[in-house]
């Protein structure tokens, strides 16, 4: 597919989504909403990825959430059909069965951190500056920033995040542990590379079923959280990638995993 607002690569068993706006700081848009779950099937359903990166091109901005500019000239009703396409973009990124890592540069805010939480974690330059301001335009954040933020930072400190809808930058982020890793602004997309390649060398079975455990995991009490862990582990031991690591460790060579 010819997109408009992405630009979608792979390479190295890694995918990478990039909102491609950046003379508008990769604001979401219309178009975006429509293509991301798009360009997120398309990936997931690619047997070569076993990974993928989501980010924004340019260094100004990861994604500064909803095209403003756009939505002053749309009605209550076109606004209300751009909200579903929103939600549906929002809902792709969570639902996005392999690792999803987020490289974030420069300003990310609103529906930009919401899809940055929506990732499985989220890698940030130094100069990453990251809010939730929706209280300030008189809504609240819709793309699951309100369920997200105090699920990885705690509910007092995403109360007063989302309250005050002040901006903080990526040394505070990581003290939140909103953010795994802060790096030199020019090496973001270097160091998240290496880690999605890192993480591609193991199985993408294996991969899939223990993000499928972990966040369905949390949500349950734990005896069921292990039987959920154990059907996910049998879903991995009964792969032929699973017998291909064993005759590679065995053959002392790296392993070829297909998926299967």
Same mark, same amino acid.
């Not at 997309?189 to 223990?210: D, H, N, S, V």
């Given at each position: 597919?010819?997109?408009?607002?992405?630009?979608?690569?792979?390479?190295?068993?890694?995918?990478?989504? =990039?909102?491609?706006?950046?003379?508008?700081?990769?604001?979401? !848009?219309?178009?975006?909403?429509?293509?991301?779950?798009?360009?997120?099937?398309?990936?997931?359903?690619?047997?070569?990825?076993?990974?993928?990166?989501?980010?924004?091109?340019?260094?100004? =901005?990861?994604?500064?959430?909803?095209?403003?500019? +756009?939505?002053?000239?749309?009605?209550?009703?076109?606004?209300?059909?751009?909200? +579903?396409?929103?939600?549906?973009?929002?809902?792709?990124?969570?639902?996005?069965?392999?690792?999803?890592? #987020?490289?974030?540069?420069?300003?990310?805010?609103?529906?930009?951190?919401?899809?940055?939480?929506?990732?499985?974690?989220?890698?940030?330059?130094?100069?990453?500056?990251?809010?939730?301001?929706?209280?300030?335009?008189?809504?609240?954040?819709?793309?699951?920033?309100?369920?997200?933020?105090?699920?990885?930072?705690?509910? #007092?400190?995403?109360?007063?995040?989302?309250?005050?809808?002040?901006?903080?930058?990526? =040394?505070?982020?990581?003290?939140?542990?909103?953010?795994?890793?802060?790096?030199?602004?020019?090496?973001?997309?270097?160091?998240?590379?290496?880690?999605?390649?890192?993480?591609?060398? !193991?199985?993408?079975?294996?991969?899939?079923? #223990?993000?499928?455990?972990?966040?369905?995991?949390?949500?349950?009490?734990?005896?069921?959280?292990?039987?959920?862990?154990?059907?996910?582990?049998?879903?991995?031991?009964?792969? +032929?990638?699973?017998?291909?690591?064993?005759?590679?460790?065995?053959?002392?060579?790296?392993?070829?995993?297909?998926?299967?």
């Amino acid at each position: 597919m010819d997109y408009q607002d992405l630009k979608v690569t792979r390479r190295d068993h890694v995918g990478c989504v =990039a909102f491609n706006r950046p003379e508008a700081l990769n604001a979401l !848009g219309t178009a975006m909403a429509r293509e991301l779950p798009v360009a997120l099937r398309d990936l997931a359903a690619d047997e070569d990825v076993f990974a993928a990166v989501l980010t924004g091109e340019g260094d100004r =901005a990861f994604c500064v959430g909803a095209d403003l500019k +756009e939505r002053k000239t749309m009605t209550k009703a076109e606004t209300a059909r751009q909200r +579903e396409l929103f939600v549906r973009a929002f809902t792709a990124v969570v639902e996005f069965e392999k690792p999803l890592v #987020a490289a974030v540069n420069g300003f990310c805010l609103g529906g930009g951190l919401e899809f940055a939480l929506a990732c499985d974690f989220i890698i940030a330059g130094d100069t990453a500056v990251f809010g939730l301001p929706e209280v300030g335009l008189a809504i609240i954040p819709g793309g699951g920033g309100t369920q997200l933020l105090p699920r990885v930072v705690g509910r #007092a400190a995403a109360k007063e995040l989302i309250f005050t809808g002040r901006r903080f930058g990526a =040394a505070e982020a990581l003290h939140l542990r909103l953010v795994n890793q802060v790096v030199a602004a020019g090496e973001v997309m270097e160091k998240t590379f290496a880690l999605a390649r890192q993480m591609a060398a !193991g199985g993408p079975i294996a991969l899939k079923q #223990a993000k499928k455990a972990i966040n369905l995991g949390v949500e349950v009490e734990l005896r069921t959280a292990l039987s959920l862990e154990a059907e996910c582990y049998n879903a991995c031991l009964y792969s +032929e990638d699973r017998d291909e690591g064993l005759r590679a460790f065995n053959e002392k060579r790296p392993p070829v995993y297909r998926g299967r």
